[in-house]
């Protein structure tokens, strides 16, 4: 079922903005902390990374749990 932002109720609204600016942040977070750590630090290739971090919620924590080494 669909529903219109205009079906929500105030509550909801702020719950999904909220959830909205979080997922940026965790992934703008990743984004920059990509950008920054050298190749050699990664796992895998920095532009798989970049992509993955795009992909909702799972991306900006897979990368922190898997895409950083410590090497």
Avoid: N
């Amino acid at each position: 079922m669909s529903r219109k932002w205009s079906d929500l109720s105030r509550a909801q609204r702020t719950a999904v903005v909220t959830a909205g600016i979080v997922q940026l942040a965790l992934a703008a977070w990743a984004w920059t902390d990509l950008a920054h750590r050298p190749a050699e630090r990664v796992r895998g290739r920095k532009s798989c990374w970049a992509a993955v971090i795009a992909v909702d919620f799972a991306g900006p924590i897979a990368y922190w749990r898997w895409g950083r080494s410590a090497r």
